[in-house]
């Protein structure tokens, strides 16, 4: 069984369009993430829920708006999609919120804005 | 900048050898972890060092901390083919709870 599975995979679509992501974990963790890789790979914390409330939000556009209807899923909504919005989002989750937690990452999804 | 540092950006040995990757960081962490990624795939974690720990084991692989350089390094004996990845490295830093702040990686090849 996937821990953290996301959908879609593979997200190809025009600038201007508004587009959803979905995340599921299936661990039982309080916390999820999301994060953004660049082409470069280089990873970066974009949001962080615990328990369906929202705890890090970095400076990221407001266009991206994450939601988190219940623990086990957080969807990240993108309006009005740029070029420099294309990267792979990864979802992850972890059991609290304390430093000393591993984080589960999902397979990712692979945006591309055309 | 970046909290964490990784050198070599690309590593490239014999299927046998062993292969280090080094991190560095700015500023006070909790613990340190390391995490491989395959190409096109997620990142899997490997290792989770805590900031009062100096070394750790986990089969083929050894991580050690030095909190007086702040710098870790990771190191992988006997690679494997299949050892071939992404490595990061990403620090919880004193100040940010359980926020994972992550290197610019290491890009492993092991030719068999």
């Known amino acids: 069984d996937t821990a953290v599975s996301q959908t879609p995979k593979y997200l190809v679509t025009q600038m201007g369009n508004d587009k959803s992501i979905k995340c599921e974990q299936n661990?039982?963790?309080?916390?999820m993430y999301w994060y953004k890789q660049d082409s470069k790979k280089f990873l970066k914390i974009m949001f962080s829920?615990?328990?369906?409330?929202?705890?890090i939000n970095e400076t990221v556009p407001n266009r991206f708006s994450p939601k988190s209807p219940d623990k086990a899923h957080l969807n990240l909504h993108i309006n009005s999609l740029e070029l420099g919005d294309s990267a792979v989002y990864f979802c992850?989750?972890?059991?609290?919120?304390?430093?000393?937690?591993?984080?589960?990452f999902g397979p990712g999804t692979r945006l591309l804005v055309l | 900048s970046q909290q964490g540092e990784e050198d070599p950006q690309a590593l490239s040995i014999q299927e046998g050898e062993n292969a280090t990757m080094n991190c560095s960081y700015k500023?006070?962490?909790?613990?340190l972890q390391w995490y491989r990624q395959n190409s096109g795939r997620g990142l899997v974690h490997l290792i989770l060092?805590?900031?009062?720990?100096r070394e750790k084991h986990s089969g083929r692989l050894r991580v050690t901390l030095d909190t007086s350089k702040k710098s870790s390094s990771l190191l992988i004996t006997a690679s494997r083919a299949a050892d071939t990845a992404s490595y990061f490295c990403?620090?919880?830093?004193?100040?940010?709870?359980?926020?994972?702040?992550f290197g610019e990686g290491t890009q492993l090849t092991v030719n068999p």
């Open positions: 661990l039982g963790h309080d916390t």
């Open positions: 990403a620090t919880v830093q004193v100040t940010s709870g359980s926020r994972l702040t």
């Open positions: 060092i805590r900031s009062n720990e």
């Open positions: 992850a989750g972890a059991s609290g919120l304390g430093a000393q937690e591993t984080q589960y």
């Open positions: 500023t006070s962490i909790n613990n």
């Open positions: 829920y615990n328990n369906k409330e929202l705890i």
